[in-house]
């Protein structure tokens, strides 16, 4: 079964910090995501990856970076975290462009104070 | 407009009671359709994908409705279990869009 790991299942940070969040996935996927989660507006996508050092944003990249320096890793970078980055934040992969199915992570909670 | 639309629920159903839900979608050239079972504080993860002839998995069968752009999901028998968030997924032109999901709590 492939496995996408988040770093952290719960993060508290403080306005102005900058925060790292870890995705890691084994199965050698070539497209990688980030998305954030919201009550009441579903899953939206921030920033994803088709390939290594290869990033696209998403409908929402304000506020957010991306690294991604090998094929295993997919790093979501907030620069200076906001109130309004307090969030639900899903990692995901998929074998690569075109394929349907989509493996999640367990997600990272973040709050911001 | 949203691209999917789904009613959030609550839906609150007793044990062994039939449910359905639906979720419309604004794009009709949309190509693929799933839905998505999550849990409270995890991960979604993929229940089904939904086929223009309708299909079936056990107690879940997904419908779709080209025609009035909408798609089902209907669970019969429910089990504690099912309570769960259930997301609509489109696939189109290789992105993803996703319904903000029907709450479904399934009570003894």
């Known amino acids: 079964d492939v496995k996408v790991t988040q770093s952290s299942r719960y993060l508290v940070k403080r306005t102005g910090e900058k925060v790292f969040l870890e995705c890691v996935q084994d199965?050698?996927?070539?497209?990688m995501f980030w998305y954030r989660q919201d009550p009441g507006l579903g899953l939206r996508l921030i920033y994803f990856?088709?390939?290594?050092?290869?990033?696209e944003k998403g409908d929402i990249p304000e506020g957010y970076s991306v690294s991604r320096e090998k094929k295993e890793r997919f790093s979501l970078i907030l620069e200076s975290a906001s109130t309004n980055q307090t969030s639900m934040y899903l990692c995901?992969?998929?074998?690569?462009?075109?394929?349907?199915?989509?493996?999640f992570g367990s997600g990272t909670q973040l709050s911001v104070l | 407009r949203k691209e999917v639309e789904q009613d959030p629920g609550p839906f609150n159903v007793p044990e062994g009671a039939t449910v359905a839900f639906n979720c419309t979608y604004s794009?009709?050239?949309?190509?693929?359709f799933f839905w998505y079972r999550q849990d409270c504080r995890k991960e979604p993860k993929l229940l089904m994908s939904v086929y223009s002839s309708g299909n079936e998995d056990g107690r879940f069968t997904a419908q779709l409705n080209r025609a009035s752009q909408y798609i089902s999901l209907l669970i019969r028998d429910s089990k504690l279990s099912d309570s769960a968030t259930y997301l609509c997924?489109?696939?189109?032109?290789?992105?993803?869009?996703f319904g903000s999901g029907t709450k479904l709590n399934v009570k003894p």
């Open positions: 995901a992969s998929r074998v690569g462009d075109g394929n349907e199915k989509l493996f």
């Open positions: 199965m050698d996927h070539e497209n």
């Open positions: 997924v489109l696939y189109n032109f290789n992105k993803f869009y």
């Open positions: 794009n009709s050239a949309s190509q693929s």
């Open positions: 990856s088709y390939d290594v050092k290869m990033k």
